[in-house]
């Protein structure tokens, strides 16, 4: 893929809404990730007038929203099926398993946020 050459003063369309979600997710942690769904929606309503590299980070930002989405279903899950095993003894390193996946998933999906924000603010592509 090539990247659009722009001249001074000229930019993609849909800059600001793509450095307010990456913002929006960065500061989902502290917010119990309530901001993370105002980033999405910042991010689907912009997705159509966004242009060159602004549109391949609101991209990238959707993309990390469901995968990290649907790992978050999945070891939440495992926690939940671990909890019954817990009570008969076997399960309490499957639940502290699935707990630090999710730890891990959350400090992953910062750190992505954070680097994609820094990359649009240098106006390089995701």
């Known amino acids: 893929m090539t990247t ?3 001249t001074a003063g000229q930019e993609a369309e849909g800059k600001v809404p793509a450095l307010i979600a990456w913002a929006l997710f960065i500061l989902s ?3 119990a990730n309530l901001f993370v769904l105002v980033g999405m929606v910042v991010s689907y309503v912009s997705r159509g007038a966004a ?3 602004p ?3 609101i991209e990238a930002q959707i993309r990390l929203f469901w995968s990290v ?3 978050t279903v999945a070891c939440w899950l495992g926690i939940a099926i671990s909890i019954p095993f817990i009570l008969i003894g076997v ?3 499957t639940a ?3 707990g630090l996946a999710l730890l891990v998933l959350h ?3 910062t750190v992505k946020s954070v680097l994609g924000l820094i990359q649009l603010l240098q106006d390089r592509p995701i």
């Open 55 to 57: 549109r391949r980070h």
């Open 69 to 71: 989405f649907w790992w």
């Open 4 to 6: 659009p050459n722009f």
């Open 51 to 53: 242009t060159g590299i």
């Open 29 to 31: 942690i502290p917010s």
């Open 107 to 109: 400090v992953w999906f």
């Open 91 to 93: 399960g309490f390193f």
């Open 96 to 98: 502290i398993a699935f």
